[in-house]
T-cell receptor, first 113, second 114 residues
């Protein structure tokens, strides 16, 4: 079963707290992504990972970092969360090559108060 | 500047009617274009991908066209069902390689009413 799983689905944090968003996939995809989705905007790429320990910044990496120690698992970390990081975060995975379709998780809705 | 523009922003149709969603883009180069469906509170699911000039694809009641000269794509939904209620997102890839980037539109919110 091809699946991308995100945990948690909902999260409320106070400004300045650390946040860990987790993502797993069971398709052995090399490439994994973290996006955020805000109302009225297209998805914005935060980080892309081409394989274990091979991560690159996306378009909006400031305030975020990632960790990929196993191919099937990709984490997004917010050190000292800010209110403008309130958003819905999506993880996705794909075979290598952007023409291959992305498989998305159901998203994590993060509120930073 | 937004490189992928979708219209209309939202659309309400009655069940059984047909509808057309538009996507205009300025991404260069434009390697491929993909349409996704996003149900409320869910992730995006790929509907179809168009690669070549004047490509046409069909996936059940969904069909799509691509005009690379005009940098324009349409998504047609035939005989809409209540389950078609969702946001439809157009995504343009600038390269097919691993280094290619995807450019997302903000989506068209489709509401199908009985």
């Amino acid at each position: 079963d091809m699946k991308v799983t995100q945990m948690p689905r909902y999260l409320i944090k106070r400004m300045g707290e650390n946040v860990l968003l987790e993502c797993g996939q069971d398709m052995s995809h090399e490439t994994m992504y973290w996006y955020r989705q805000d109302p009225g905007l297209g998805l914005q790429l935060i980080y892309i990972s081409y394989d274990v320990d091979s991560n690159s910044e996306g378009d909006i990496p400031k305030g975020y970092r990632v960790s990929r120690k196993k191919r099937e698992h990709f984490s997004l970390i917010l050190d000292s969360a800010k209110t403008n990081q309130t958003s819905v975060y999506f993880c996705a995975s794909s075979l290598r090559g952007s023409q291959n379709t992305l498989y998305f998780g159901a998203g994590t809705r993060l509120s930073v108060l | 500047k937004t490189q992928v523009e979708q219209s209309p922003q939202s659309l309400v149709v009655r069940q059984g009617e047909n509808c057309v969603l538009q996507c205009n883009y300025s991404v260069t180069p434009d390697n491929h274009l993909r349409w996704f469906k996003q149900d409320t509170g869910k992730g995006l699911v790929s509907l179809t991908v168009l690669v070549h000039e004047n490509d046409k694809t069909s996936n059940g009641r969904y069909s799509a066209t691509l005009d690379k000269d005009a940098k324009h794509s349409t998504l047609h939904i035939t005989a809409t069902l209540l389950d078609d209620t969702a946001t439809y997102i157009c995504v343009v890839g600038d390269r097919g390689s691993a280094l290619g980037r995807l450019h997302f539109g903000a989506g068209t919110q489709l509401i199908v009413i009985p």
